[in-house]
């Protein structure tokens, strides 16, 4: 089954990726930066389906953000360009050159992160290999009902701040801060997750235990706290795909527990499944028009409606690192103040007086001053921001600091502790939408998560125990 899986897989992958080149028109120069990209992700994608020992879901996510964001949707965007229009969805002109130096950087990155995964990856080895038996816990049955008391407190003093979420289009921006907005939305609204895992870890080992039927009814009240915290009404779906991707994880691990299943699954979801609904949602026909005339339903499927597609704001990644150069080349290197902004990101601007903008918010309101732009949230991938503070250094320290990162949760992901196992996970999925930036969000929605999922229940875990102590 694997290896039929793994046959399918790289079918579509080799269909989709001749069919995007034989149909590629651009200068020869750019068309071979594409083709070493190209290669550089084969290159990976085929150790990792071949030659990788262990189960890496963070490669995966790698692959298929490149694959997506750094190779199908710049090359469709170039290629639907025509004598009226050279514009990239963010307003800012199709060069020749910066796109060739936009794909060297890229191509760069790829070799620097993989040589350094393989490097920290051999260094680790017996960290890696070291698998530390799961060390039970007795007072975790009181730890998860502490940690559902939280989660009900919450539901408490947040249902105003659901309602307003619930009832503001997407649009308008949030009468409340962002502090307020990181606080409820990537730490106490997670805490239910957290709590999920601790019971999932329980009822693992303790099956038989006497607390085993309460823990579960705990368990079913907190997937339900869970839904209404992060449900399609209230987060975006970059938010809500890794927190649901984890939960099937951690639940049926069978689906998602190879490189092979895991590559296919993100594969399929974000290169073909999720276009395929987009273009449904964006018909022009009627449900009655289309059984009428069900050739209807394949006119929506042309070439010029692909390319309308991917040339939105959701696949702006390639296009901005060329607007960072752009930006760079007239305002100069930021020398680590972006990016300090970004890691101390919890630091108020009450504070703080003069600290920067987000990136991705740079890079928008850039765009709005000098090429006429409407929308400054945009996206600014991770060798864009390493670019933006160090220049090309900042690109080779970017890769090197990412997977060196990744062996570090790799370790974590194999070990028989729940909480660090689904974590890592986590960060595995989330590293789609960390890697495409900007470097901001991306780091203060992971560190978030973090707390809630396990510095939280540490410190309950902490608290109960001085408690218990301090009483005998």
């Known amino acids: 089954m694997k ?9 579509f992958y080799a269909v989709i990726s001749l069919t995007l080149f034989i149909t590629f028109r651009a200068d020869t120069f750019v068309y071979i930066s594409f083709l070493l990209n190209f290669s550089a ?23 298929v953000f490149n694959y997506l964001f750094f190779l199908l949707a710049p090359i469709v965007q170039i290629g639907s360009f025509n004598e009226s229009s050279f514009l990239f969805a963010n307003n800012f002109p199709y060069s020749e050159e910066l796109t060739i130096k936009t794909n060297m950087f890229v191509f760069c990155f790829h070799g620097v992160f993989f040589f350094f995964y393989m490097y920290f990856k051999k260094k680790g080895t017996t960290q890696l290999n070291n698998i530390k038996p799961y060390n ?15 989660s009900v407190t919450t539901f408490l003093l947040s249902f105003g701040f659901i309602q307003d979420e619930i009832s503001r289009p997407n649009w308008m921006p949030s009468s409340y801060s962002v502090s307020q907005l990181l606080l409820y939305k990537k730490v106490l609204f997670v805490i239910p997750l957290g709590a999920i895992i601790l019971c999932f870890q329980y009822l693992r ?7 085993a039927a309460y823990i579960f009814v705990f368990l079913l009240m907190l997937c339900a706290l869970l839904i209404w915290f992060k449900n399609p009404l209230t987060e975006k779906r970059n938010a809500l795909g890794p927190i649901y991707i984890t939960l099937i994880y951690l639940f049926y691990p069978k689906l998602l527990n190879s490189n092979t299943k895991t590559l296919s699954f993100l594969f399929f979801s974000m290169i073909i499944l999720f276009p395929l609904v987009q273009i449904f949602t964006h018909v022009e026909y009627s449900l009655a028009e289309i059984i009428e005339n069900p050739e209807y ?15 939105t704001l959701n696949y702006d990644a390639f296009s901005n690192i060329s607007v960072v150069i752009d930006y760079v080349s007239k305002n100069g290197f930021s020398w680590g103040y972006q990016l300090l902004g970004g890691i101390l990101f919890f630091v108020p601007r009450g504070i703080w007086a003069n600290k920067p903008i987000s990136s991705g918010q740079l890079v928008g309101e850039y765009v709005i001053s000098d090429y006429g732009f409407h929308f400054s949230n945009l996206s600014n991938p991770l060798i864009a921001e390493g670019y933006l503070n160090f220049g090309f250094l900042g690109i080779l320290l970017m890769a090197i600091f990412l997977s060196y990162f990744i062996i570090k949760l790799l370790i974590w992901f194999r070990q028989n502790n729940y909480q660090k196992k689904i974590v890592a996970f986590y960060f595995a999925i989330h590293l789609i939408f960390f890697l ?32 218990l102590k301090r009483s005998k």
């Open 136 to 150: 039970h816990k007795p007072i975790l049955p009181l730890t998860i009902v502490v940690l559902f008391f939280l």
């Open 3 to 11: 290896i039929i899986l793994r046959d399918i897989l790289l079918v």
């Open 297 to 311: 339903i394949t006119r929506e499927f042309s070439a010029e409606n692909f390319s309308i597609m991917f040339n």
């Open 436 to 467: 495409r930036g900007d470097f901001t969000n991306g780091f203060a929605y992971f560190i978030g998560t973090v707390f809630g999922v396990m510095i939280i229940p540490k410190l309950v875990d902490m608290t109960i125990r001085a408690i």
């Open 205 to 211: 080992n303790d099956k038989k235990s006497k607390n």
């Open 41 to 63: 992700i084969s290159l990976i994608t085929f150790h990792h389906l071949y030659i990788e020992k262990y189960f890496s879901p963070f490669i995966s996510a790698y692959i």
